[in-house]
């Protein structure tokens, strides 16, 4: 029998012909009385009530109440005989039930991409007496806020990046008393780089001859990657720890080509190419260059015309007025 603190009843019976009856203890009324081994209590005159006392001739029922039960009444009561006796069979065991223990969850902590990852949540009853018959626990899990269905094992399939840094938590409810919440635990999931990011640009990049140049390369990894700029033709390398970073305050042609971003941890590698044209100052000025001549040449064919327009206006008003055009 099991019991939150409260108010709690015994039933205790005999069949006539001395048969137990296999759902009740048995007890022979009025001569016998229920005590509890190895205790220590001195209110039970106070809190424990006999009533409904069979007569002898009769099946007889005996129905003691603890009342306000606690913690301190968990244990087996047993029915005595007049000389101290224990009566066979006459046993019943009081469980005080107590909210289990803060559990603790087990598993993988870095699983491998691509597998299956069990948690296990685990927690003990603290309900008494200690040596209780076993009583039913049920589990609650929480993932990020979230509550998935699940027993004392959570399976995770087939985990992978999309599955880094997700938190679970556990709860265990033993005879409708909750736990406290476990810790959480986090899934670091590694894998390699999947795609390498050029901030800012595509896979081809034009730059003015004297203007900066910036491209970031950098990829997501688990752990971090070590991030590699190299130029095949001058060799140059420039490495960074999660990103790297090709700079240069003023691009020449010579910087022209095709530059390769390496990434690469312990679960992979890639590499993307950028290819940089660097567009000559020489060839863009005499573009310029070009452009002068033609503009002068519109600018003066419009003053022209507008001195042609303005004589016309004006000889005709002279016209008007009556004067004399003389050629």
């Known amino acids: 029998m099991t019991m939150n603190p409260d108010n709690i009843s015994f039933i205790y019976c005999v069949w006539l012909n001395g048969s137990v009856s296999e759902r009740l203890l048995v007890v022979q009324p009025k001569s016998h009385r229920v005590v509890v081994l190895n205790s220590s209590h001195t209110d039970y005159r106070t809190r424990i009530r006999y009533t409904e006392e069979g007569a ?74 200690p040596d209780h018959p076993p009583l039913t626990m049920t589990y609650i899990w929480r993932r990020d806020g979230a509550s998935p269905t699940g027993g004392d094992e959570m399976t995770i399939p087939h985990v992978n990046r999309e599955n880094q840094g997700d938190t679970y938590s556990c709860q265990v409810v033993e005879e409708g008393l909750k736990s406290d919440w476990s810790h959480e ?75 390769t971003c390496h990434v690469n941890n312990s679960h992979g590698s890639a590499s993307r190419n950028l290819t940089l044209e660097v567009l000559s100052r020489e060839l863009t000025e005499s573009g310029v260059v070009s452009i002068v001549p033609v503009t002068a040449a519109c600018s003066v064919l419009i003053m022209v015309i507008a ?21």
């Open 56 to 129: 002898p001739s009769q099946t007889g029922q005996l129905r003691f109440t603890i009342y306000n039960v606690t913690v301190q009444d968990a244990g087996t009561y047993y029915c005595q005989g007049t000389k101290g006796e224990n009566v066979p069979g006459c046993r019943q065991v009081l469980v005080v039930a107590q909210k289990p223990s803060t559990p603790n969850i087990t598993g993988p902590a870095s699983p491998v991409s691509g597998e299956n990852v069990t948690l296990t949540c685990s927690s003990s009853s603290r309900s008494l007496p």
């Open 307 to 327: 001195f042609v327009i303005v004589a016309v206006v004006f000889r005709r008003n002279r016209t008007k007025k009556g004067g004399k055009v003389y050629r």
């Open 185 to 259: 635990h986090v899934l670091d999931v590694p894998y390699g780089p999947d795609q390498i990011l050029f901030e800012g640009t595509r896979d081809k990049l034009e730059v003015e001859e004297g203007k900066p140049l910036t491209v970031r390369c950098f990829a997501d990894c688990n752990p971090a990657c070590t991030v590699t700029w190299w130029d095949t033709s001058t060799q140059m390398v420039i490495t960074g720890h999660v990103e790297a970073v090709l700079s240069m305050p003023a691009v020449d042609v010579s910087v022209s080509g095709q530059y």
